[in-house]
């Protein structure tokens, strides 16, 4: 039987209107397709198209379910790449980081010989009133010890020098800096929680550990806010070409998170902040007396605390001595009973205390802390940064209390090639211990720490599966019964980071509802080789539906 134009025409749109009349016929400000989109919800969906209206994600779906049903001016067509939940990271130090992009960079240095290079090529280049630089790690050297300040003298002998070790933990500084601080001295004491090495003479050789360091840094002036404002617009391209959407600032005095929410408001700053104001009596009270700020790009309503120093410098506060450096357990940077004033105050005012505590002696002495006021179960959501090195019997303690742990992966592969000198054979087997962490809340908040480590999200996650560095050692992996598995990274990086925060119901996973933050990568992070992922690319970062940066672009 032969069918007429007509009965062809009547037929399809016959079948149009059963399949459904309403073609296109809902609006959105953009459409995202042909790809996958790795939504992370509790059943692990996967979605091949979305729909974005006033920032949030109206619908996920099939390619065909929502390109029929949704129109839009804006569309993104994925090209059969991947999206995350936006990547987020659990603790970094974003002013720290852009501040330092104006500092000489001593960051993968070999010998002490080459920093000072480094320092006096920086000063030709940029010359200012102190000579100031980040990086430097000792271990990384053949010879693995502190330097003295010689070299430095030598150099620069008229201006001051200020070089901060790679962890925050330690400065290197020169005479006169020393000098310009009034600490050029045979004698006199550090201050608690801190150290001053001396040399010849009772002299100081120039390193200065955890509190000593603010007698030096309390002099060095700031960067005019003109350039500060540049390299914090720097630091957030580069961030955002690495698919990061937001971050965890742990440790802001209040006029540098106001600083953060004007440029939110002038609409420069793009990236959503979770800043922590710094352990300072002031602005411990200044949180408490504005109470919490809970904005869609900036939240503030957490402390952070420094309950210890760092391992690398021997500042980690430890139960038994250090195997390198016998009768030395590190320091205890913070007074226990105004600590625990601190924490009565921030339990009745409902705001969040998050601990820096490396050592297993720190540990201890804030899980000890944290129970006397939280006393059990609870969705207060204290946090421990770091938790490096955990005493057996104090692991249940995390769990007990719903302390949060929160760890950078990329610490373990950093800390692994000298950190058993630290701890010795049978201490180093329970570090880094993440997968113990997990197992005590079902989550770990994942992050990088940055600048301590690098900014690279790929780097974190391979770290966390493989337990190896970007080159692949070692073989099998670091204490490989700790890594965590592909899809507890993953959500270590984005709904675990949220939920650290109070965020989960935005932020997260790709759900309706929540805000479209995304991460567009090239391939799929959950089914390649973890060593591939290194090689992956980022195409895209979307925040609040809006691409602030695309590979293409």
Same mark, same amino acid.
Do not use: C
């Given at each position: 039987m032969r069918f007429s134009t007509y009965n062809v025409l009547l037929a399809l749109v016959t079948s149009l209107c059963v399949s459904g009349c309403g073609f296109k016929s809902e609006s959105a400000d953009s459409i995202v397709h042909?790809?996958?989109?790795?939504?992370?919800?509790?059943?692990?969906?996967?979605?091949?198209?979305?729909?974005?209206r006033n920032g949030r994600i109206l619908a996920i779906g099939a390619e065909r379910e929502i390109l029929n049903r949704y129109r839009a001016t804006e569309v993104t067509d994925l090209k059969g790449g991947v999206v995350?939940?936006?990547?987020? !990271?659990?603790?970094?130090?974003? #002013?720290?980081?852009?501040?330092?992009? @104006?500092?000489?960079? =001593?960051?993968?240095?070999?010998? +002490?010989?080459?920093?000072?290079?480094?320092? #006096?090529?920086?000063?030709? /280049?940029?010359?200012?009133?102190?000579?100031v630089g980040r990086g430097w790690d000792q271990n990384d050297w053949e010879e693995p010890r502190f330097p003295t300040r010689l070299l430095l003298d030598e150099y620069f002998p008229?201006?001051?020098?200020?070089? /901060?070790?790679?962890?925050?933990?330690?400065?290197? #500084?020169?005479?006169?800096? =020393? /000098? =310009?601080?009034?600490?050029?001295?045979? *004698?006199?004491?550090?201050? /608690?929680?801190?150290?001053?090495?001396?040399g010849e003479g009772g002299y100081p050789t120039g390193v200065l550990v955890d509190n000593a360091c603010a007698l030096i840094q309390k002099h060095v002036p700031r960067r005019a806010p003109a350039e500060r404002f540049e390299a914090l617009m720097e630091a957030q391209e580069n961030l955002l070409a690495q698919g990061i959407t937001g971050l965890t600032d742990a440790g802001l005095a209040p006029g540098e998170i106001l600083r953060l929410d004007s440029l939110h408001g002038t609409g420069d700053l793009k990236l959503r902040i979770n800043a922590m104001v710094n352990s300072e009596d002031s602005s411990i009270q200044w949180l408490r007396a504005r109470g919490p700020i809970l904005k869609d790009r900036l939240t503030v309503r957490s402390v952070k605390f420094y309950m210890d120093g760092a391992l690398g410098s021997r500042g980690a506060l430890l139960l038994e001595p250090y195997s390198d450096r016998p009768g030395w357990h590190g320091l205890g940077t913070q007074d226990a009973s105004w600590f625990r004033e601190q924490l009565e105050a921030l339990a009745l005012d409902s705001l969040q205390a998050a601990t820096h505590c490396i050592g297993d002696s720190a540990v201890r002495w804030v899980l000890d802390a944290y129970q006397e006021i939280l006393g059990g179960t609870n969705d207060r959501r204290w946090r421990i940064e770091h938790a490096q090195v955990v005493a057996p019997k !104090?692991?249940?303690?995390?769990?007990?209390? *719903?302390?949060?742990?929160?760890?950078?992966?990329?610490?373990?592969?950093?800390?692994?090639? +000298?950190? $058993?000198?630290?701890? $010795?054979?049978?201490r180093i087997r329970r570090a880094y211990a993440y997968q113990e962490l997990l197992g005590q809340l079902g989550m770990v908040a994942l992050g990088t720490d940055f600048p301590v480590e690098d900014i690279d999200p790929r780097k974190t996650f391979f770290a966390s599966v493989a337990r190896r560095d970007a080159n692949g050692f070692p073989e099998g992996g670091f204490q490989?019964?700790? *890594? @965590?598995?592909?899809?507890?990274?993953?959500?270590?990086?984005?709904? +675990?980071?949220? =939920?650290?925060?109070?965020?989960?119901? !935005?932020?997260?996973? #790709?759900?309706?509802?929540? +805000?479209?933050?995304?991460?567009?990568? !090239?391939?799929?992070w959950m089914t390649i080789d973890p060593i591939d992922v290194l090689d992956t690319r980022v195409l895209g970062t979307c925040i609040a539906g809006e691409w602030l940066f695309r590979a293409d672009r």
């Open positions: 042909n790809g996958t989109i790795i939504t992370m919800d509790a059943q692990n969906s996967i979605g091949r198209a979305m729909a974005i995350f939940p936006g990547l987020m !990271d659990g603790h970094a130090h974003l #002013v720290g980081y852009a501040d330092g992009l @104006l500092e000489a960079n =001593l960051f993968a240095t070999e010998s +002490w010989e080459e920093a000072v290079g480094r320092m #006096v090529a920086h000063d030709q /280049e940029r010359p200012n009133e102190w000579v008229d201006k001051p020098v200020v070089l /901060e070790r790679i962890d925050g933990h330690a400065l290197i #500084v020169n005479r006169i800096a =020393l /000098e =310009l601080a009034g600490l050029w001295s045979a *004698s006199g004491a550090a201050p /608690e929680g801190g150290e001053i090495l001396r !104090d692991f249940d303690g995390f769990g007990r209390n *719903s302390i949060i742990p929160s760890v950078q992966p990329t610490h373990a592969t950093s800390d692994m090639y +000298w950190a $058993g000198e630290r701890l $010795g054979r049978n490989a019964n700790n *890594s @965590l598995s592909k899809e507890q990274t993953l959500r270590g990086m984005t709904q +675990w980071v949220a =939920l650290a925060q109070f965020q989960e119901s !935005d932020l997260g996973t #790709v759900e309706v509802g929540k +805000w479209a933050d995304l991460t567009w990568m !090239d391939r799929n």
